[in-house]
Structures are given as structure tokens and as C-alpha cells.
């Protein structure tokens, strides 16, 4: 069964701290997604990363940046949280796109900044 | 830049009563998911619409895509309880690596 996983369900951190957020896939996939995902605006791409090492910059990178050291694990990481990061936050991973794979989504990890 | 909306955002249903919720999007692709969503959970794939004309039925869900129109539909045939959920459609861009746009999501309550 596919399977992607969060390191965390709720996380609660303090305006500046540095927050990492950890996804692991074990479905050999190349590409794996950050998204948050707010009331009202559906998800949005934070990163993306299509090989080790490799990353792509979505559609609202800023005060963010992402690690990817091993093709299964995809990291986020806020380097100094603020309120407005506040959200829910979603990895996903999937094959090639040209094939008409879908993304396959973790549980998601409530981050709530103080 | 991609852009897609779906409507409603809200939908109030009964129980038995068909309904349709319509994704529009502002570029050309030929590429659409929908995904559902339960309350605290995750995003769960459904449909993978991948050429004009395409249409997928799975038990009281029909979806259906026409890319001259830019328009995917998810009708929902005598609901029933267990459909509420956040419906989300998804459109691939054809940029890079899978990347994927989303809808706002279509919330769905279904009352007996």
C-alpha cells in the first residue's frame, strides 16, 4: 500500500523558531510536494522536488526552504516562524505527471505559531 | 498563470438529490485530478481525468472533463451521507514534475 508520512500531526512553535518539517514516502517516487493549505484557498505549493538534491520553487516559497538528501524524505523548514505560517501543512509525493500519475498525500501537520 | 475555480464552494444537499459541482480552469491542459477530503484527514485521490472527453464513474460519483470548454464536472448521483466531504479539483499545467493547481474546494454536507 502507498504510504506517505509526516513527522508530526500538531506542532506548536514560538515566532522566530526554526521549524522542520519531515515527510517520508516509500513508494520509490521521484517527485514529492509541500503544500499548505488554508480555509478558502484550497492547497498551495510551497516546493516541489523532482530528484535528490533538486528543488523547484512553487507558488509561495517565501519564508521557506526545503531539504532533500535522500530520494524517500522531503523536508520543510520555516528558518523563523511567524503567526501568518500558521496553517496546515500537506506533502505529497508522485511518479511521472506525464503519465497521468495522481500525488499521493500525507496525514498533514497542523503547525500553529505563537 | 493557471488559475482554477471551482463552484460552490458550499453545497447543502439531501439526501438522495443529485447535484454537480463544476471546475473551471484558465489554461490549456488535459490533465485533471479530483481528490477527496475528510474532516482532519488527509487528501484522497479519486479521479484521473487525462483527455478530452474522459469520464470516470465510481459508485455514486461521475467525473467528466472537456478541455475545449476548460471544464470538469463531478456530479453526484442520489447522495448519501457518506459523500460529505471537501471535493477538490486539481489541474496539471504541463510545466515540470507533476506540478499540480488546485481548486478552493467544494465543501459538501449531505442531510438525511
Known amino acids: 500500500d502507498v504510504k506517505v508520512t509526516q513527522s508530526s500531526r500538531y506542532l506548536v512553535k514560538r515566532t522566530g523558531e526554526k521549524v522542520f518539517l519531515e515527510c517520508v514516502q516509500d513508494?520509490?517516487?521521484?517527485?514529492m510536494f509541500w503544500y499548505r493549505q488554508d480555509p478558502g484557498l484550497g492547497l498551495r505549493l510551497i516546493y516541489f522536488?523532482?530528484?535528490?538534491?533538486?528543488?523547484e520553487k512553487g507558488d509561495i516559497p517565501e519564508g521557506y526552504s526545503v531539504s532533500r538528501e535522500k530520494k524517500e524524505r522531503f523536508s520543510l523548514i520555516l528558518e523563523s516562524a511567524s503567526t501568518n505560517q500558521t496553517s496546515m501543512y500537506l506533502c505529497?509525493?508522485?511518479?511521472?505527471?506525464?503519465?497521468?500519475?495522481?500525488?499521493?498525500f500525507g496525514p498533514g501537520t497542523r503547525l500553529t505559531v505563537l | 498563470e493557471l488559475k482554477v475555480e471551482q463552484n460552490p464552494l458550499f453545497l447543502s444537499m439531501q439526501e438522495g438529490k443529485n447535484y454537480t459541482i463544476y471546475c473551471n480552469y484558465s489554461?490549456?491542459?488535459?490533465?485533471l485530478y479530483w481528490y477527496r477530503q475528510d474532516p482532519g484527514k488527509s487528501l484522497e485521490s479519486l479521479f484521473v481525468?487525462?483527455?478530452?472527453?474522459a469520464v470516470k464513474q465510481e459508485g455514486r460519483l461521475m467525473a467528466s472533463l472537456d478541455t475545449k470548454a476548460r471544464l470538469s464536472t463531478l456530479h453526484i448521483t442520489a447522495a448519501v451521507h457518506d459523500l460529505s466531504a471537501t471535493y477538490f479539483c486539481?489541474?496539471?499545467?504541463?510545466?515540470?514534475?507533476?506540478?499540480?493547481?488546485f481548486g478552493q474546494g467544494t465543501i459538501l454536507t449531505v442531510h438525511p
Open positions: 505529497a509525493s508522485s511518479l511521472n505527471p506525464n503519465s497521468g500519475h495522481t500525488q499521493y
Open positions: 513508494m520509490d517516487h521521484e517527485n
Open positions: 522536488s523532482y530528484d535528490v538534491k533538486m528543488k
Open positions: 489554461t490549456t491542459s488535459d490533465r
Open positions: 481525468l487525462l483527455s478530452n472527453g
Open positions: 486539481a489541474v496539471y499545467g504541463g510545466t515540470s514534475y507533476g506540478k499540480l493547481t
